[in-house]
């Protein structure tokens, strides 16, 4: 009989990952925008907005995609990455200093560790109804920062029992016991405890996705598939 993890309906809650419509293509896309976004002056937001499309429009590729599909480029670059700062009580759009960074420097190892340092739930890449929700729910959380605690507390404890080998975390873990956890997004989990529990469960052959879980059950009340509980 198959055992699965199961996080108890009041603790759980799913946060959402932006996935951009440019993640197959993620270095060459920063990249470009980066540089096309130092080369737009301080100006009022909807001048800037305009330079800003433009520059989207002529990437190569991007020529001929529809409306809505440059809209979603023009909200998740700066939402993600922070490239520009637009400031609607004064009108003023500009630069962010980490396009400049990234364009005087063209070092995306670098820039991703600003990212990741930064990168945190409740943010500015979520709507602010699903900010709202969070907020509502006590949740502050840094997911690589967390997530390099774990396997740092999993290290040890391998190390403890005199066990040989490097922690690591899938996917569906990283998923079930601390993505959709309200235990852990508001810090009453330990990265120790999470290492813990996936250590247990891969000893003991506990399983994770369940099709018969109502947690995971879509509006239409019909079961997710793995891939996406996991991708969200």
Request: hydrophobic residues 35%; proline residues 4%.
């Amino acid at each position: 009989m198959t055992t699965y993890y199961k996080i108890p309906a009041e603790f759980y809650h799913r946060i959402h990952f932006v996935r951009p419509r440019f993640k197959n293509n993620i270095e060459n896309v920063l990249l470009y925008m980066a540089t096309e976004c130092c080369h737009i002056k301080t100006q009022s937001c909807s001048g800037y907005s305009k330079e800003y499309v433009r520059a989207i429009k002529m990437f190569p590729g991007n020529i001929g995609l529809s409306d809505k599909t440059i809209a979603n480029w023009r909200t998740e670059i700066p939402a993600l990455f922070g490239f520009y700062e637009e400031d609607k009580a004064t009108n003023i759009t500009k630069t962010s200093p980490l396009a400049f960074f990234l364009n005087d420097n063209q070092d995306l190892t670098q820039f991703f560790k600003f990212f990741l340092q930064t990168f945190q739930f409740p943010g500015g890449h979520l709507r602010a109804d699903e900010n709202a929700e969070l907020i509502s729910l006590g949740i502050k959380f840094k997911p690589a920062k967390f997530l390099l605690e774990v396997l740092k507390s999993g290290n040890e404890q391998y190390a403890a029992q005199n066990i040989e080998k490097e922690m690591s975390i899938s996917a569906e873990e990283a998923t079930y016991c601390i993505f959709n956890d309200i235990r852990v997004t508001t810090g009453m989990i330990t990265p120790s405890e999470v290492a813990k529990t996936i250590i247990y469960n891969r000893k003991n052959g506990i399983k994770y996705y369940n099709s018969n879980d109502p947690l995971i059950f879509s509006s239409k009340n019909k079961p997710r598939s793995k891939g996406d509980v996991i991708r969200y």
